[in-house]
C-alpha cells in the first residue's frame, strides 16, 4: 500500500481525465505513405467540422498541408471507405468527401477535377505514371454496384470499366514492368476475411483494358488473401491465412498448379486485419527477400524482420501499422502509445526519434495512467478467451482498506474487430476514478488467428456473451474486483452483446447500451451492401432460419433482464434505427425494470458531436454511481430511473 495515498471510495475519486477533457475530440491519423522521401498522412481534424486534410512532411519543408479547407479526403466505400488517396512522383490521387469527386495534383500545382458522379464512390487507388487503378461503387440503382476501373490522364474524363462481375474489389496494383495487374476479389455472402481470391490479368497498355484474367489463388479452400503487392523485382507477395493465421507467402506466377504459394516463414502471429476499411498496410520490402511485417501476436502487436525465413524483433514503440521504410534515412510510422495520444513519428539511421505531429496537446503522467494488461482467461466450455485488464490508476487516491474496485466490462463492436492497448481516455476516465476495466477480445475477435476469428461462426450472441461473463469470474477468482460490482457497456455490435449478456447472466448489477441491435431481422432488412450477408455467417442463413434470428435478438428476451440499464439512441442512425431502443423502451416499461433513456436529435450512428459525447459520459457516470452506491466527483449530469 502506498501510504501517501488517500483511501478515498472507489468511483469516488477526482480526477484529471474530466468529461470535457475526453469528450474534446483529438485529431486522428491514417493512411501514412512515403513518396521518395517526402510522407504523407490524412489528419481528421473535429475543430473543422470533421474534415480529413492531406498533410506532407519531409526533412527539408517540414510540415506543409497539402489540401485547403474546401476538401476533406475520404470516401464511403462499403460505407467504411479507406484507401482514400495515392501519391506517385510528387503526383497526388484523391476522392473528396464534399464533392464525390476524384482529384488530380500534378506536381504541387492546384487541384484538379479528374472525375466526379454524385451517385459513385472512390477507393483503393494506385496511382502509377498516367495510370489510375481503383474500386468504383455505382449507387445510382438500388443494387449496389462494384467495379474495378481505370482513369488515364491522358484523357481524363472516361473511366475505363475492367471487370464488374464480382460482388466487391480491392487494391489494385500494378506490376513493376507495367505488364500485369493483380486485385482482391469476393463474393456474397462472404466477407472478406472469410474468403477472397487473387486475381491477375495482362494490362493492354495501349487500349488500357485487361485481358486474360485468371484466380491465381482462393478457388482451392475456404481463404482470406489480403494486402497483395510487387516487390522491385517484379515478384508478387500477397497475406493468406491458409495455415491458420495471415502470413506473407510469395506468389508462384510460373506455377500452374494449386501450390502457387510459398511461405517467407511460418508463424504463429497475424500479419494482417480484417478488410473493413482499405488501404491497411502490414508489411514492406527491405531488401531481397527481406521483409518488415507488423504481426498480431495474442492481440498485441510486434514489429518483425524476416530475413531469408529467419525473424528478428524489432523495437519501434507502438506502431498502428507496419513502419514505412523511407530509403537509407530510417522509417515512419503512427504511434498509438498506452501513455500518449497518437503521434506520427519518425526515427532516423541514428535511431532516433522525432515527433512530427501529435494529435493532442494534452498529456498525462504516467503515473496517472492505467496501461491495459493482456489476459487470457479459461471460459464455461473448456477454451480460453483474451481482454485487456486496466487496473484502477491515480497518483493521488487509492481505494479503501479492504475495498476491492468495482469493474466496468467493455464489449467492442464488429463484432469481427479488436480491442487494442492504446491510450484510451474513454478507458482513463473510470480507471482514474477508481474503477478497474476489462476490454474484452472476446472469441470471433481479430489478431489471435482462424480459429479464434471463425469461433464466433453462427455463434454471435453466446460466445461473445460467455465470454464477457467469463471475463468477469475470471478476476473474481483473482481477487482483482468486487463481484457485487460489476457494470458492462458497449455500441452497435457491442451494444447487442450487452443486450444479449443482461438477459443470459444476473453478475451484473447494471447495463450501458449504445446504439445497440436489439432487432436482428429488422438489421438484415435495413444494412448495406457491404455487410448485407455478414449474418448469414454470425447467425445463419436469412430467410431460412428466420425463427434463429427470432430466438437469437435481444429484443426477444428483454424482458428477462432484471438489472438497470441506460441506453442512448441517435435519431438519425440508419444502420440501428431508434425504432429498436424504442421497442425495448416498451418491453421494459412493461415488465418495470428500471431504465434511463436518452436521444440525440442530430446523432446518427457513432456520437461525433464533443457535447453529446460529454453528456453520455456524465449520464453514464452518474447512472453507475447511482446503482453502485458512490458519489460521482465533479459531474453536473443528473439521472432519473423509469420503471
Same mark, same amino acid.
Given at each position: 500500500m502506498n501510504h501517501t495515498k488517500k483511501n478515498i471510495p472507489c468511483g469516488s475519486w477526482p480526477s484529471l481525465f474530466t468529461p470535457? *477533457?475526453?469528450?474534446?475530440?483529438?485529431?486522428y491519423f491514417s493512411e501514412l505513405k512515403i513518396d521518395?522521401?517526402?510522407?504523407?498522412?490524412?489528419e481528421r481534424r473535429p475543430q473543422e467540422k470533421n474534415r480529413t486534410a492531406l498533410v506532407q512532411w519531409n526533412k527539408n519543408t517540414g510540415i506543409r498541408e497539402v489540401t485547403s479547407l474546401s476538401f476533406s479526403v475520404g470516401n464511403q466505400v462499403h460505407e467504411y471507405g479507406g484507401g482514400s488517396y495515392d501519391v506517385h512522383q510528387n503526383d497526388i490521387v484523391f476522392s473528396d468527401l464534399y464533392t464525390s469527386g476524384i482529384w488530380i495534383i500534378s506536381q504541387g500545382q492546384q487541384p484538379i477535377c479528374l472525375y466526379q458522379n454524385k451517385t459513385m464512390r472512390f477507393a483503393s487507388f494506385h496511382l502509377i505514371d498516367n495510370y489510375i487503378f481503383c474500386v468504383c461503387e455505382d449507387h445510382s440503382t438500388y443494387n449496389v454496384q462494384n467495379s474495378l476501373v481505370l482513369f488515364s490522364l491522358d484523357n481524363p474524363n472516361i473511366m475505363i470499366t475492367l471487370d464488374k462481375k464480382a460482388d466487391f474489389y480491392s487494391t489494385p496494383t500494378l506490376s513493376k514492368d507495367k505488364k500485369k495487374l493483380t486485385w482482391i476479389e469476393w463474393n456474397h455472402p462472404f466477407m472478406p476475411w472469410e474468403k477472397t481470391y487473387l486475381c491477375i490479368a495482362d494490362f493492354d497498355v495501349i487500349h488500357k483494358t485487361i485481358k486474360n484474367k485468371k484466380i491465381l489463388v482462393g478457388n482451392q479452400q475456404m481463404e482470406s488473401l489480403i494486402e497483395p503487392n510487387w516487390t522491385k523485382d517484379n515478384q508478387l507477395y500477397v497475406c493468406s491465412d491458409c495455415s491458420g493465421w495471415w502470413n506473407l507467402y510469395h506468389v508462384d506466377l510460373t506455377n500452374n498448379s494449386s501450390n502457387t504459394l510459398s511461405p517467407i516463414t511460418l508463424i504463429n502471429a497475424e500479419i494482417g486485419k480484417p478488410h473493413w476499411v482499405f488501404g491497411q498496410k502490414s508489411w514492406y520490402e527491405l531488401t531481397h527477400n527481406r521483409f518488415l511485417v507488423q504481426a498480431f501476436c495474442q492481440g498485441n502487436p510486434e514489429t518483425l524482420i524476416i530475413d531469408q525465413g529467419k525473424i528478428q524483433n524489432i523495437s519501434f514503440g507502438h506502431p498502428e501499422s507496419c513502419p514505412i521504410p523511407i530509403q537509407n534515412t530510417g522509417f515512419a510510422w503512427i504511434n498509438c502509445s498506452p501513455y500518449r495520444p497518437m503521434e506520427i513519428l519518425y526515427q532516423d539511421i541514428y535511431q532516433n526519434?522525432?515527433?512530427?505531429?501529435?494529435?493532442?496537446?494534452? /498529456?498525462?503522467?504516467?503515473?496517472? *495512467?492505467?496501461?491495459?494488461? /493482456?489476459?487470457?482467461?479459461?471460459t464455461q466450455d473448456h477454451h480460453h478467451a483474451y481482454g485487456f485488464f486496466y487496473p484502477p490508476t491515480n497518483k493521488q487516491f487509492q481505494p479503501l482498506s479492504n475495498e476491492l474496485p468495482p469493474l466496468l466490462v467493455i464489449a467492442h463492436g464488429g463484432p469481427t474487430s479488436q480491442s487494442f492497448n492504446s491510450y484510451n481516455p474513454k478507458i482513463q476516465f473510470w480507471t482514474s476514478r477508481g474503477f478497474a476495466v476489462v476490454d474484452v477480445n472476446y472469441r470471433g475477435s481479430t489478431g489471435f488467428g482462424k480459429t479464434y476469428r471463425n469461433a464466433l461462426q453462427k455463434q454471435w450472441g453466446i460466445l461473445d456473451v460467455q465470454d464477457c461473463i467469463d471475463a468477469c469470474i475470471y478476476l473474481i477468482k483473482q481477487k482483482q474486483i468486487d463481484p457485487k460490482k460489476i457494470v458492462i457497456k458497449g455500441s452497435s455490435a457491442g451494444g447487442f452483446t450487452v443486450?444479449? /449478456?443482461? *438477459?443470459?447472466?444476473k453478475i451484473f448489477a447494471a447495463g450501458s447500451c449504445l446504439y445497440g441491435v436489439g432487432d436482428l431481422i429488422a438489421l438484415t432488412k435495413e444494412t448495406h451492401k457491404f455487410e448485407s450477408n455478414y449474418l448469414n455467417g454470425l447467425i445463419g442463413s436469412y430467410p431460412q432460419e428466420k425463427e434463429l434470428y427470432h430466438?437469437?435478438?435481444?429484443? /426477444?428476451?428483454?424482458?428477462?433482464?432484471?438489472c438497470p440499464i441506460i441506453l442512448f439512441q441517435g435519431l438519425k442512425d440508419r444502420v440501428v434505427p431508434p425504432s429498436q431502443a424504442e421497442n425495448i423502451i416498451q418491453v421494459l416499461k412493461t415488465n418495470h425494470i428500471p431504465y434511463a433513456y436518452y436521444t440525440f436529435k442530430e446523432e446518427g450512428h457513432g456520437f461525433k458531436q464533443e457535447a453529446t459525447l460529454k453528456k453520455v459520459l456524465e449520464l453514464e457516470f452518474a447512472f453507475f454511481g447511482k446503482i453502485l452506491g458512490f458519489i460521482p466527483d465533479h459531474i453536473s449530469e443528473k439521472i432519473t430511473l423509469y420503471t
Open positions: 470535457e *477533457i475526453v469528450a474534446e475530440k483529438n485529431n521518395h522521401e517526402t510522407l504523407y498522412w490524412l526519434k522525432h515527433i512530427l505531429r501529435t494529435s493532442s496537446a494534452i /498529456t498525462f503522467e504516467q503515473k496517472d *495512467i492505467s496501461v491495459g494488461q /493482456t489476459i487470457c482467461f479459461p443486450l444479449s /449478456t443482461l *438477459i443470459k447472466s430466438e437469437r435478438s435481444p429484443l /426477444t428476451h428483454i424482458h428477462q433482464i432484471t
